[in-house]
């Protein structure tokens, strides 16, 4: 690199020796034309030796374009005259100073620098008072392209072998966007050069993948969009196999819930059991073995709704079909009959009095978790 080196230097002072000599003589005699070849010489031999000349050269940035807004670290390499020293280092953007460095290595930081082109060098000043101009380094500072990724949604599902459509989103401010390519993690699964940027990914296997697409524009700058995560997993097989549907319980009895789990393409890592939304127990699975369970005791009277899912090993999950069962207070209840006139029953209540049952007409009739039948002729009775 080409350094312009100006100042006051060995050589000069060998010219202001010639300049002395030549005015002290006053005559052009054969002897003063011979110690002005000498002088002359010293002086063009000053001139050619590099010890004397200081030196500095712009080390980075190289001639590149930086995505805005930019923070960009100017470096020189500076050198001085033989025994001098530098006593600065200046750092341009055109013809306005940005920094100064007085100590190796020489550097500043160009911080919050907006869209342009700018040209850049430094100069170096030693001891001596040489001053020297380092090479210039053009730089753009661009606005890089935005990119997002709009299908398919984070955290999708798909059953394995499917083709899974990938779009994407993508415009630059100030320029144009060349290419959007996909990803999944590092490799590369397609690029579109032109709008709409969308791409086809087929046959895709069972896994777990994280997509991305990245925007190229016309200046060469990049930009990543998010990641999404999706899941190619065909669905588990997860079934309560005890109780019952409809079973009944005493609240002291323990009710013991236990299901089935398979996965056609990995393994079942765990089953999760819930009464309503409440979860009520989770039981690690086994390799080899496919059925689970947990026992539960002191049941609230009522009805309770069983439901148990299995997680994957992939990280997806099954709901079973839901399992409904009552549980009866283990406690006797007293119910109060009325009779008509004829003995026939009509009403039944609850120790509060609340009505629990009412002859209407039909032939069946049932209160609390227990029904009474009575033939729609009773033996006697008058209608």
Same mark, same amino acid.
């Given at each position: ?89 200046? /750092? ?90 996909? /990803? ?89 059991? /819930? ?98 039948? /009575? ?9």
């Amino acid at each position: 690199m080409t350094a312009t080196t100006i100042g006051n230097d060995g050589a000069n002072r060998a010219c202001g020796m010639v300049k002395a000599i030549h005015n002290g003589l006053g005559r052009r005699t054969s002897s003063s034309r011979n110690l002005l070849g000498l002088c002359l010489a010293l002086c063009t031999g000053a001139l050619a030796n590099s010890a004397w000349a200081v030196s500095v050269s712009l080390t980075a940035p190289s001639n590149s374009v930086i995505a805005a807004p930019a923070t960009i670290t100017l470096m020189a390499k500076a050198t001085p005259g033989a025994g001098r020293r530098i006593l600065r280092v200046n /750092f341009f953007r055109g013809t306005t100073r940005i920094g100064t460095d007085i100590s190796a290595p020489y550097g500043i930081t160009w911080s919050n620098v907006p869209r342009g082109t700018y040209i850049l060098s430094a100069s170096a000043i030693d001891s001596g008072g040489s001053v020297a101009v380092s090479n210039q380094v053009v730089i753009r500072v661009d606005t890089p392209p935005t990119v997002s990724l709009t299908s398919p949604a984070d955290n999708a599902v798909f059953t394995p072998g499917v083709n899974i459509p990938l779009a994407a989103s993508a415009t630059d401010a100030d320029e144009f966007v060349t290419k959007v390519e996909f /990803f999944s993690g590092g490799t590369l699964l397609g690029t579109q050069i032109v709008s709409p940027y969308t791409f086809d990914w087929s046959n895709v296997p069972s896994g777990k993948y994280t997509l991305t697409a990245r925007a190229t524009d016309l200046v060469g700058l990049v930009s990543t969009s998010a990641p999404v995560t999706i899941t190619v997993d065909a669905p588990s097989a997860v079934s309560i196999t005890s109780p019952a549907n409809d079973a009944r319980f005493v609240s002291s009895a323990a009710v013991t819930i236990s299901a089935t789990a398979v996965d056609a393409d990995g393994s079942i890592s765990q089953i999760e059991f /819930f009464d309503g939304a409440t979860p009520i127990g989770t039981v690690l699975t086994i390799p080899g073995i496919s059925t689970y369970g947990v026992t539960l005791a002191n049941l609230a009277a009522g009805t309770h709704t069983l439901t148990a899912r299995a997680t994957d090993n992939l990280g997806a999950t099954t709901t079973s079909t839901a399992v409904t069962i009552t549980v009866n207070s283990g406690v006797a209840q007293v119910y109060y009959i009325y009779p008509d006139h004829l003995n026939t029953p009509r009403l039944i209540a609850d120790s509060t009095g609340t009505t629990v049952w009412r002859w209407d007409r039909a032939e069946r009739q049932s209160f609390g978790s227990w029904s009474l039948r /009575f033939p729609f002729e009773i033996p006697g009775a008058v209608f």
